[in-house]
């Protein structure tokens, strides 16, 4: 008689994880949200949506659809209007007898003031070229858009949505660069011990004695250059602390496991033994690090850009977004500063809400 077909097979961490996180339904539509900001992030960076956020499409400080159009933008496109001629402007014959000699495809030699353009020429081969190219095509700007438009008339969606993809990626690859960090440095902590031990200790008390904000702000303004890189690597060198901590904690007590004396009694290098047979027990706890600093670290760039030590000038994120907005809000146009902090708050509750859920379903005495 067989009985094979009788034993199943115990399920494992990440099976059991995922079983705990299904049955929680508050972190399921986490996940989907959190999945949908990834999306958009894919979408965006491959040129699929928000590619032409930098085009003008509305009016200067357009209000959102559901607000109405603002007096204001007709009162100026009123004002940009030619002026009516003056029956007793000297001038006038000359000025009509400059305008029907000049060629209305290109830009005219004499504006309707009487001034001289220098590089009306220039500027008359430049826009034949491109009226070649069919791109000389001038689009009429909105006076209203879905959710508005900010001082240049960019779309205020397509501009949220590429300061999503710009804040996301520094906040996925710093958390991850900090959480290798700190794992690597909390393996030869705690494995190892003594003098190394000590060692890590003093460099992780350095770090630790400066309050965080004030330590990423001090680095930034050393530093003096403007960058996604120079951001992800400042997050990366001050936020390794947290997961040295914890990783150092668990080599600490996992060193001393019968399973790792076996791999001991087998000849296993230390290098094997870190990491091929105590690393896979603990990765939940690097995982569960990882999404814990995405959140913290996004809104750490939101913070650096507010403060002009983040994305450079052509860059748009969140944080790029909220220090524009600082001043729009003091003449009345708050849409800008809705759109980035409702689509920041978003998400970063949606991955604290999943970080905790899976913080929980990877935790081993729940099982």
């Known amino acids: 008689m067989n009985s094979s077909s009788d034993n199943s097979v115990s399920p494992g961490l990440w099976a059991l994880a995922w079983r705990r996180l299904r049955a929680d339904k508050v972190a399921m539509f986490a996940l989907a949200i959190v999945s949908s900001f990834m999306l958009i992030l894919l979408l965006s960076a491959t040129g699929l949506i928000a590619a032409d956020w930098e085009q003008e499409t509305g009016l200067s400080y357009a209000p959102p659809g559901f607000v109405g159009a603002d007096a204001s933008n007709a009162v100026k496109a009123q004002a940009a209007a030619p002026l009516p001629e003056n029956p007793l402007d000297p001038l006038g014959d000359i000025l009509r007898q400059l305008r029907k000699t000049a060629n209305t495809e290109i830009p005219v030699l004499v504006d309707d003031y009487g001034i001289t ?117 400042i997050l990366a060198f001050t936020g390794w602390t947290g997961p040295f901590r914890l990783i150092r904690a668990e080599y600490m007590k996992h060193k001393s496991r019968e399973y790792v004396w076996a791999a001991d009694a087998i000849g296993a290098s230390h290098f094997r033994k870190m990491f091929i047979h105590i690393f896979p027990n603990i990765s939940h706890v690097a995982l569960v690090q990882v999404s814990i600093l995405v959140v913290g670290f996004i809104k750490s760039e939101v913070i650096l850009s507010f403060l002009g030590f983040g994305v450079p000038v052509g860059v748009v994120s969140w944080g790029s977004m909220l220090n524009e907005a600082q001043n729009e809000l003091i003449l009345g146009k708050w849409w800008q500063l809705a759109a980035a902090t409702g689509a920041m708050a978003v998400l970063v509750t949606a991955f604290s809400l999943f970080t905790d859920a899976l913080r929980d379903a990877l935790d081993p005495k729940l099982k």
């Open 117 to 233: 353009d220098p590089l009306a020429k220039e500027m008359a081969e430049i826009y034949t070229e491109l009226a070649k190219t069919g791109k000389a095509s001038v689009t009429e700007r909105l006076s209203t858009l879905p959710f508005g438009a900010d001082k240049w008339g960019h779309d205020i969606i397509k501009k949220t949505i590429k300061g999503a993809e710009t804040s996301i990626v520094v906040g996925l690859v710093a958390a991850f660069l900090a959480t290798l960090l700190g794992t690597l440095f909390g393996a030869f902590s705690g494995y190892f011990g003594g003098r190394v031990d000590d060692f890590f200790n003093w460099f992780y008390s350095i770090f630790t004695s400066i309050p965080y904000l004030l330590l990423i702000l001090s680095v930034a303004a050393v530093l003096q250059q403007k960058g996604i890189t120079t951001i992800i690597l």
